[in-house]
């Protein structure tokens, strides 16, 4: 058994309380992306309603539906993250053990780290530029709807730090089925 890779606790505090840190913002990023889903799918479903049985079609349903799926979307990136659930091509990790499969961990997650330092940077940016920009039906800042970049990124990159800090996280991938 190598000490380095197959820890059965993080080492230091740094690393629990990352883990600590991931669990409560990863927790919140599920619930608020879980509710985001529940406002769109029924704000869709009263969108329908309105629209083709009593012929009264809304203005406003749209916008927020779109916000809400932008919302869900970033907070949910944060969540794949965590669970590995990301679409990827495995054939380094499932073919490599020890410290050749601890480096290929690391220059995917510092790859994930570059994407992820983008979004935060380019999306902080699109915020300032549309605080200015006001969404028409609503009435209020289309910088609301950005937002949900930055801190899908945010949230994203804590969550890269804690699968790669936490040993539970390391359990080989079983194949698909097919």
Do not use: C, K
């Not at 006001?134 to 801190?151: D, E, K, R, T």
């Amino acid at each position: 058994m190598d000490p380095i890779v197959d820890r059965a606790v993080p080492a230091g505090p740094l690393a629990r309380a990352l883990l600590a840190a991931d669990r409560w913002s990863t927790g919140a990023a599920t619930a608020l992306a879980g509710a985001a889903l529940m406002g769109a799918v029924s704000l869709a479903f009263y969108q329908v309603l309105m629209r083709y049985v009593f012929n009264r079609p809304t203005a406003w349903t749209e916008s927020i539906l779109q916000l809400l799926v932008v919302w869900m979307i970033y907070l949910g990136l944060a969540v794949t993250f965590r669970t590995g659930a990301l679409v990827s091509v495995d054939l380094l990790l499932t073919s490599t053990r020890g410290l050749l499969r601890r480096t290929v961990e690391a220059t995917i997650l510092l790859l994930s780290l570059v994407l992820l330092g983008h979004m935060v940077w380019y999306g902080s940016a699109m915020v300032q530029r549309g605080a200015s920009n006001i969404n028409p039906v609503l009435g209020f800042a289309m910088s609301w709807g950005y937002l949900a970049v930055p801190v899908g990124g945010v949230l994203a990159t804590l969550a890269a730090l804690a699968r790669f800090v936490d040993p539970q996280a390391r359990e080989p991938v079983p194949p698909a089925a097919d």
